[in-house]
Structure formats: structure tokens, C-alpha cells
């Protein structure tokens, strides 16, 4: 098994995409990059803290290929809005990828050279070593399916999972 820890603003849409993916065995939200220990999600959500928003996946790459987890991260987000993604506005919702050695390192440098073909304007995604990833509170796992009718989930989430299933569709689970 692989992991990986990706920030692309809000933690609930990355969630909502990588759970619905053959080889993905477990997806974690939570908060890393910051100056806080165990931060909430109230105290990240302040800009104060320095973390990002970020999903920690766990995946089988004998399933699906790393290539295709990390261009996916690419496709649904906006890698080229410094600290932004749509109306959500703060360091929290940089795009970042974390690395946990040299191996990894490569390999989100190599993605961030591949999205560079498919965005007309500069990539600011940061490839920064990872510290302590901190799991977010119990209500942000898995977020979207325990709240189908809520405004942001149907506006902004779902709209991600129909272009990934889109461009991605034999990865994803039926």
C-alpha cells in the first residue's frame, strides 16, 4: 500500500473523489503543514495555524497507479489559485503535495510537470516535506455522503466527482 497526503483546498471534495476509486483503501481528512498541534478544524479554518486542508489516501498501486492518483489531484482542483480554490479564501486551501521520502518527492515533481501541459497559467502547487498529518474531527470523514442535501456538497463536490468520473472512469467503483 501507498499514501500519499494531498492539499487542493477544501478536504471534503478530494475526499468525496478518492473514496469513489478502485484501489483506494482508506481516505483521512485532516490538517498538515501547521505550527499546531492537533489543530480543529475551527482554529485551521482561521488561516492562523498554518495548515492546509489536505486527505491522506491510502491506496493499492497493484490497482490503480500512482500516475493516475496524482494526475487526478490535477484535474480537480485548480493548481495555478495561490491560496484559493473557488470562494474558499486562505493559506488553509493552498494547493500542496507532501512527501513522506525522495521516492515520493519524484513523483508528485514529475505530476506537477505533467498538469503543467493541461494549465494555461503557472502552478502554484508547493512539494513540501511532510511533518505530523493530524486527522480531522469525526463530522469532516467522509463528509459528502453523510450530507447529500447540503448546498455546497451538490454546487461544488459533486461537480468534481461527475469530471473525474468523466476522465478517470475505470478507476472508478460502480
Known amino acids: 500500500m501507498t499514501t500519499y497526503v494531498l492539499a487542493g483546498g477544501c478536504f471534503w471534495c478530494l ?3 478518492y473514496r469513489r476509486l ?3 483503501d482508506k481516505v ?3 490538517y498538515v503543514g501547521g505550527a499546531v498541534d492537533n489543530p480543529t478544524y475551527y ?13 491522506e489516501i491510502t491506496f493499492d498501486e497493484t490497482i490503480i497507479p500512482a500516475n493516475d492518483i496524482l494526475d487526478l489531484f490535477f484535474l480537480i482542483h485548480d493548481p495555478t489559485t495561490l491560496d484559493r480554490q473557488g470562494n474558499d479564501v486562505g493559506t488553509q486551501y493552498r494547493s500542496a503535495m507532501y512527501y513522506a521520502d525522495d521516492q515520493q518527492k ?3 515533481e514529475d ?5 503543467k501541459e493541461h494549465w494555461d497559467n503557472p502552478i502554484v502547487t508547493e512539494v513540501t516535506k511532510l511533518d505530523t498529518f493530524w486527522p480531522a474531527e469525526d463530522e469532516h470523514q467522509d463528509y459528502f455522503n453523510k450530507n447529500p442535501g447540503n448546498g455546497y456538497c451538490s454546487i461544488v463536490i459533486a461537480p468534481k466527482i461527475v469530471k473525474a468520473r468523466s476522465a478517470y472512469t475505470k ?3 460502480d
Open 15 to 17: 475526499d468525496a473523489v
Open 22 to 24: 478502485k484501489g483506494v
Open 28 to 30: 483521512v481528512s485532516g
Open 43 to 55: 482554529q485551521v479554518a482561521t488561516g492562523s495555524t498554518g495548515h492546509a486542508e489536505a486527505v
Open 106 to 108: 519524484q513523483a508528485f
Open 111 to 115: 505530476a506537477l510537470e505533467r498538469a
Open 171 to 173: 478507476w472508478f467503483k
